[in-house]
C-alpha cells in the first residue's frame, strides 16, 4: 500500500528557528505538492513541482520559505526564520496525471512559539 | 480572493438522511472539481470528481453535482452512517503546464448523528 510519508509529523520549535520539514512521495509520482492548512485560509497550496523542477512556488512566502526536490524521493520545505504566524499543519501530495490522483501525507503540524 | 468557497464550516445529519455539502467557486477556468475527505491527524482522501463538461457523477453513497451557469457543486451522500463523520473540502482544478493546481475551499465539517 503506497503511501506518501512525512517528517516530522510534529515540530515545535521557538521564533527565529530553521525548520526543515520532508516528504518522501509515492515511487513512480511525479508531481510533487505542497499545501498548508489553517483555520483562516483551509488548504493552501504553497508550490508544487513535476519531474522535480519547480512550477509555480507563488504561494509561498519568497523570503523566508523554500521548497526543493533534491532527488526524486525527497522533496523539502525550509522556512528560515520561522515566525508564529507559520503555525500550521503542512501536507505533501504527490500524483501523476490527472487531479484525482493527488495523494496525501499525513501531514507536519508546526508550531512556533 | 477566495475562488473556491464552502459557506457552511460544519453540519449536523441524522444517520440514514441526505448529507447535502456546497461549494461555490469563480473562476471559469477550473476544469475539473472534486471533493475531499478528511479524518483527524489525517492527509485528505480523494472521494469523487467531477468533469467541467458533466453535470452529474455517482460513485455509491456518494453523488456530485454541477451547476456551471450558477458556478456552483454539492455533494449528496445518501444514507448518511456515522464513518461519514469527517472534514470535506471541496476543490477545483485548473491544468498549468502539465500539472493540475488544485484550489480548496475552506472545509465542512460533517458529524452524522446515531
Known amino acids: 500500500d503506497a503511501r506518501v510519508t512525512q517528517t516530522p509529523r510534529h515540530k515545535v520549535t521557538e521564533m527565529g528557528q530553521e525548520v526543515t520539514m520532508r516528504c518522501q512521495p509515492i515511487l513512480g509520482h511525479n508531481t510533487v505538492f505542497w499545501y498548508r492548512q489553517t483555520m483562516m485560509q483551509g488548504l493552501e497550496l504553497l508550490a508544487y513541482?513535476?519531474?522535480?523542477?519547480?512550477?509555480?512556488d507563488s504561494g509561498m512566502p519568497k523570503d523566508r520559505f523554500s521548497a526543493e526536490m533534491p532527488d526524486a524521493t525527497l522533496a523539502t520545505l525550509k522556512i528560515q526564520p520561522s515566525e508564529p504566524r507559520d503555525s500550521a499543519v503542512y501536507f505533501c501530495?504527490?500524483?501523476?496525471?490527472?487531479?484525482?490522483?493527488?495523494?496525501f501525507g499525513p501531514g507536519t503540524r508546526l508550531l512556533v512559539l | 480572493d477566495q475562488q473556491v468557497k464552502q459557506n457552511s464550516p460544519s453540519l449536523s445529519v441524522q444517520e440514514g438522511r441526505i448529507s447535502i455539502l456546497n461549494c461555490d467557486y469563480t473562476n471559469s477556468m477550473f476544469d475539473y472539481f472534486l471533493w475531499y475527505k478528511k479524518y483527524p491527524a489525517e492527509g485528505p482522501t480523494f472521494l469523487i470528481s467531477i468533469s467541467s463538461i458533466k453535470d452529474k457523477n455517482e460513485d455509491g453513497r456518494f453523488t456530485v453535482f454541477l451547476n456551471k451557469s450558477a458556478k456552483h457543486l454539492s455533494l449528496h451522500i445518501v444514507p448518511s452512517q456515522p464513518g461519514d463523520s469527517a472534514v470535506y473540502f471541496c476543490?477545483?482544478?485548473?491544468?498549468?503546464?502539465?500539472?493540475?493546481?488544485?484550489?480548496f475551499g475552506q472545509g465542512t465539517r460533517l458529524t452524522i448523528n446515531p
Open positions: 501530495a504527490s500524483g501523476r496525471a490527472g487531479p484525482e490522483t493527488q495523494y
Open positions: 513541482f513535476r519531474n522535480r523542477a519547480p512550477l509555480d
Open positions: 476543490a477545483a482544478s485548473v491544468g498549468i503546464q502539465g500539472a493540475q493546481k488544485l484550489v
